[in-house]
């Protein structure tokens, strides 16, 4: 059974710094695409970055040169390196894999206020 847990969520200043992680379960992380999408209340789930196997990248022009999105996968696990965080970065980020089927996490909530 896969299992996605995500980690690193919580309250930051604005320009200040998070790292998110994603653990994932079970034997897909070596071959799936990982992604970070996130919600904000009463808007849709957007991605924000994304990367493949072979660890190629691309992100929403929003978060590009802010965010830098990062695997391991001898530790089944990706990360989301969130820099110079914004107001508007605060949303809901969801760990997403995609592997003929898509798995998502729980949830971690980011928060951006003074």
């Known amino acids: 059974q896969v299992q996605l847990v995500e980690s690193g969520g919580g309250l930051v200043q604005p320009g200040g710094s998070l790292r998110l992680s994603c653990v994932v379960s079970?034997?897909?992380?070596?071959?799936?695409?990982m992604g970070w999408y996130r919600q904000a209340p009463g808007k849709q789930r957007d991605l924000v970055a994304r990367?493949?196997?072979?660890?190629?990248?691309d992100y929403a022009d929003s978060v590009k040169a802010r965010f830098t999105i990062s695997r391991d996968n001898a530790k089944n696990t990706v990360y989301l390196q969130m820099n110079s965080l914004k107001p508007e970065d605060t949303a809901v980020y969801y760990c997403?894999?995609?592997?003929?089927?898509?798995?998502w996490g729980q949830g971690t909530q980011v928060t951006v206020s003074s």
């Open positions: 997403r894999a995609t592997y003929f089927y898509d798995y």
């Open positions: 079970g034997s897909i992380f070596g071959v799936s695409v």
């Open positions: 990367i493949t196997v072979s660890g190629s990248t």
